[in-house]
């Protein structure tokens, strides 16, 4: 079956562009969540999903970075006003269950570079 | 805190060698789960395991083993008789209870280097 996608690949705007992120779950997962990974880091959590209720953003640096699944399913991330020290790769993972506990499947991610 | 320690940050190795790759961890919950991730050159995150807090039996899967010990908060993961398609990036990661939501932190990362 398919994994979890995420579109663009890669990404590369002007500092104080706004760019979305899109994520494509797994058919039927109930969990996604976004992180952030710089280079040479692990992955960074950003924020969480059930079905279509925002769990957690704890993990976004600021108000700049937002992000929705309005039907349980696909999700975006926004960032607003781009900045040079938003250049990362954005991860999206799904899980079958509503817990972190369970097995993460990660998509390739969105490498988003900020000029 | 919670938070996964990954003190190697690079090993190189010849074919056919055994490697251990460390994790040390840090969390203040009672119930948690581990896990190791590979990272190969093509960039995506692959599962390779899940432990609970629970379950301290080592676990081997072919040519990977894992070992758990409570006692020292370390989950190890050894590759026996390592191929140049284990070069990858590891991560260990550790969920953590924060603000009634579970969440998982991974360590920085060991690349794992596999030459002919």
């Known amino acids: 079956g398919a994994g979890v996608s995420q579109s663009p690949r890669y990404k590369v705007t002007k500092r104080g562009q706004d760019v979305a992120l899109r994520c494509d779950p797994i058919?039927?997962?109930?969990?996604l969540y976004w992180y952030r990974q710089a280079l040479g880091q692990g992955p960074e959590f950003l924020t969480y999903?059930?079905?279509?209720?925002?769990?957690?953003k704890s993990g976004l640096p600021n108000d700049r970075f937002s992000a929705e699944r309005p039907e349980g399913s696909i999700s975006t991330l926004t960032i607003q006003r781009t900045e040079q020290r938003d250049s990362a790769m954005y991860r999206c993972?799904?899980?079958?269950?509503?817990?972190?506990?369970?097995?993460?499947?990660f998509g390739p991610g969105t490498r988003l570079t900020v000029t | 805190a919670q938070k996964v320690t990954q003190a190697q940050t690079e090993i190189s190795v010849v074919e056919k060698e055994d490697v251990t790759l460390d994790c040390v961890y840090e969390?203040?919950?009672?119930?948690?789960?581990l896990f190791w991730y590979k990272q190969p050159p093509s960039g995506e995150l692959v599962f390779l395991i899940r432990?609970?807090?629970?379950?301290?039996q080592n676990e081997i899967s072919g040519r990977y083993s894992w070992n758990f010990q409570k006692s020292t908060s370390s989950f190890n993961f050894t590759i026996t008789a390592s191929q140049v398609v284990d070069s990858a990036v590891y991560f260990c990661?550790?969920?953590?209870?924060?603000?009634?939501?579970?969440?998982?932190?991974f360590g920085k990362g060991m690349k794992l280097t596999v030459n002919p």
């Open positions: 058919s039927g997962h109930v969990s």
């Open positions: 990661a550790l969920t953590f209870t924060q603000g009634g939501s579970e969440k998982l932190v």
């Open positions: 969390t203040r919950d009672t119930t948690y789960y």
């Open positions: 993972a799904s899980s079958l269950e509503a817990k972190s506990s369970y097995e993460q499947y």
């Open positions: 999903f059930n079905y279509e209720a925002q769990q957690d």
């Open positions: 432990r609970n807090s629970f379950d301290e």
